[in-house]
Each structure stands twice: as C-alpha cells, then as structure tokens.
C-alpha cells in the first residue's frame, strides 16, 4: 500500500480497464495537471502499479479500503466475473459503500440499450443510494469531476474559497440568464456533439446539469456563458480589437471595436472582425452554390487563438482580452500566464489540456468553439503550414500569454514598393513556400553569378526581409523575418485612445445574437 501525505486525498478510479481506458488517464492526467485539484488530490490506477506477487483483487479491494473518494465510471461492458458472478467494479462499488467512502458515479452514454445487463442492474444499484451523472466523452467526465471535487473540497473545510469560474457572481440572479440563450446553446450542444439534455430544459436544471450554480445562485461561469449583459458583473470580460495598417502600435487606431456579451458572442464578433480586415480570395461555384472563400489568414487559427484567449483567460484580472491585426501578423494578448506544467514550447507538442476555466470551456467544447483536448496549438501550426504561413509564435509577456499568427503581407505590391526586383521577388515567392533558400537554389531559380547572388542577397538581409542562418558550407541559407522588430513589450494600454470607426466598423458593432458555431471551425 502506498503512502499518502496526510493532507492529501486518495481518489480510487473503479472501472472496466479496457473499455474505460481513455477516460481513465484522462482523470489522472486532468487531476495531476490542474494547478488546484493537484494540491489535494493523489489518483490510484490500478495499471500504474509494478508487478506484484500477489492476487490483483486483494490489491484493489485493499486499494479501496483506505482511499478517501471512489470514482465509478460505469459503461457498457460488466466486466470478468469471478465464481459467484461478480465483476471486480461490482466488488469495488460494494466495499466502498460498506466503508461509506464518498463516491462519485458517472456513467458514460446517453442510453442503456447496448449495456451488458449486470451492468444495467450495478448502474440502477448505484443510483438508489447516490447521484449519477452521466457523460458523453473524457471532456465531460473532467469537467463534471472538477465540479464535483470543488464541491467535496468546500463540503471537508479544505476550500474556502471557491475558484472563479465555480463561485457565486455577486449580484447575479437566474433572471438574468435569459431562457432564450440556454436553449440556443442546448439546440446545438445536442446537434454537435447530442448532449442528452433535452432542448427545452428548464432553466435552474440545464445549469445544474452544466454544474453552473453555486448554492443555487449564477457562478461567474454562467454569468459569462449565458448572461443578458455579462460585463454589468464583469467590466473587463470585454474583448479590445484594433486594426493598423502599418507594423507597430500608434495613434490615432483607425479601426478600433470594443465587443460586449457572452463568450460566445465575444468570440463570434472578434472573429468576425479580423476577417473583415484580412484579404481573402472567392473561388468559384464549380463545385458548391456558394463560392469558397479562402481568407489570408486560416479562418480556423484565428478563432482557435481567439477562443483560447476567452476560454482560458485570467478573469481576476484587471486587463481584458486584446485582437491586435497588423499589416504583418495577428496579435492575440490574453491576461494571464500558462499554467505552470505547461510552457511555449510545451504547445508546439502534444501536451495535456489544463483549461483555467474548466466550467467555462466545457460548453464552448459541446458546441464545438473548442475541439479536442490539448491539440489546439497544434490545430493553429498545421493550418498554417498547409496555407504555407509560418508557424504561429507562443510567448509570455509581462504576465499575459500573447499568441502571434503571421500575414502573407510580402505581395507583388509590397515587394515593387519595398524596390525588389524581379529576381528578388520570385526568391521571396520560393521562401513563402519552402521555408528557406541557399545561394544554389537562387541560382537555379534565376541563372544569375554567384556574384549577383551575393549582392542581392545583401539587399535583402540590408531592408529586413532575410536571416542569415550558419556563416559557410553548403548548410548556410536564408529564411524570411517574420517578428516584427518594434514589438511592445508589454500590453498597449488603447482605453483612453480617441479614434474615428470606419464604416463597416459601425455596422459590425449592431447587435450580435446567442451562440453560433463558428463558421467552418
């Protein structure tokens, strides 16, 4: 038996191995990387544990015996039964309730028509004596666990102060969430990804279910997703969004928005914004009554770096999300630092998804703002490569986390003002595609002297368009500068900012309705 810290609480994850699997790992990694649930919690699986000379079912049992909260995740299958017909997640249920452990049951699928019938029988069990709750996916189970551990936590005494986006907004009441938007957001929660609730739900029960009421009053969750006029409670949930022409930060801003409303919305009208700015190309209607269009910038980066700035943003803070565009990148500025597992590198690999605000990002995934766990950032590179963009940059910068996507800005236009000539242009052409050039490959693309290569090459790096990487030998070659050199250091401060909105501005600020999905995302 391991020991645990006194302090700490054992969690005993009681499941079908193989037919769980997923959802398994999925509550040790989210418990395990979650910067609150990880100071209390330790997670057993039995699959973790070394080889040991002694029965399985006497370990587990014996697990269960001296853990402080069972974990049933109950599904299809029952499980091996052993002499008198009994699964050992039967087994671990029945121990833990003789023991009176606190448990926690979540039963994955919508219906029980394809369930193993002792199943059925240990799921209707369960239910007489305590609460299910039942689940689509791992992404349901962590969030409805997190809940469910906030709430054991304040219950102990261990948590006497609730984390934001599970505490009572002060001031909020039901009323003011209207009917009108939980049942827009049910409509297509249950077309992307059929959640089980039905459209109509009442109100008080769809966010219960959702996990979104704190003693039966609005959590800051709900007043975010679902509020009439969510910046009555919260001023700075609002998102900033500002268009320049030229590379750096200057005034007077010629296009400048503040967008209000849910999370949702927000996301929908900074989108909405940056893609009204951005070139894009219309195809024909070859192949569709509607003509594709394909924007500058991939449409799917740009919601994905936006929704994360809403989603997994610093509520606590006094700085609201900025959408900064200009003439060579995207800015997206978010208040708030990574968690600490995570790092900017760490996003340009497969990592764990540890959301800041799990009960704000569970419905932004049901209707699809958010796809799946952790593979967001890696989502925003590959878009950007098949639209031959560089990749997007990951920093932190003076406590807010900044997401970079990178214009094709270098057009023939661009290039004949900046004074390239032909040759020039076509390597610039060769570089957007490739990556990088040697002095060979701009010999083969232009037939000119090693001479001339120099010399034009020297142009290049002299007006800021070019690196030089590695001095001599065949590996030198060049790559384009994408990172502007007048980056601010920090967020710019644009509230007191007085500035003129043009006229498709005017008309993007009249009213946006509930929750949409984003268009192609």
Known sequence: MRKKASHRKSLFVSSVQKELEIERRAVKNFVQNDPLLRRFFDVFLFEDLPAR????????????????????????????????????????????????KCRLIFVKGADDKSRHPKMLKLIRKAGSQLIRRRIADANDLTAALYAALVDYMEQIGDLRTLPFDASACPRATLSDLPQEKIQTFLELAKRERN????????????????????DGRPTHAAVLLFGSAPQRFLPTSEVKCMHYHGTTVSKPIPSYQIYKGTAFELVDQAVDFVLSKINRHIGTRAQSVQAPATFELPREAVTEAIVNAVAHRDYTSNASVQVMLFADRLEVWNPGELPPSLTPERLREPHASIPRNPLIAEPLYLVRYIEKAGSGTLDMIERCRQANLPPPAFEERAGQFV???????????????????????IAVTYLKAHGKITNKEYQQLTGVTDRTILREFKELLAKGLLEKVGQTGRATHYVLIHKTRHKPDKMPLVSETRHKPDKQDMQQAKGKGAAKRPKDS
Not at 74 to 79: H, L, M, S
Not at 196 to 212: D, G, Q, Y
Not at 406 to 420: A, F, I, P, Q, Y
């Open 195 to 214: 959640y089980p609730l039905p459209v109509k739900t009442v109100r008080e029960k769809a966010l219960t279910h959702l996990n979104l009421l704190d």
């Open 53 to 100: 000379d002694r029965r399985s079912d006497d370990v587990y049992l014996e697990e269960v015996e001296h853990c402080d909260l069972y974990i049933g995740l109950f599904g299809n299958e029952y499980g091996s039964e052993d002499a008198k017909g009994v699964s050992p997640t039967e087994h671990e249920f029945d121990l833990a309730t003789a023991k009176g």
């Open 403 to 425: 997401t970079t996507l990178w214009r094709d800005w270098l057009t023939d236009e661009v290039m004949s003002g900046l004074g390239l000539n032909e040759r020039q242009q």
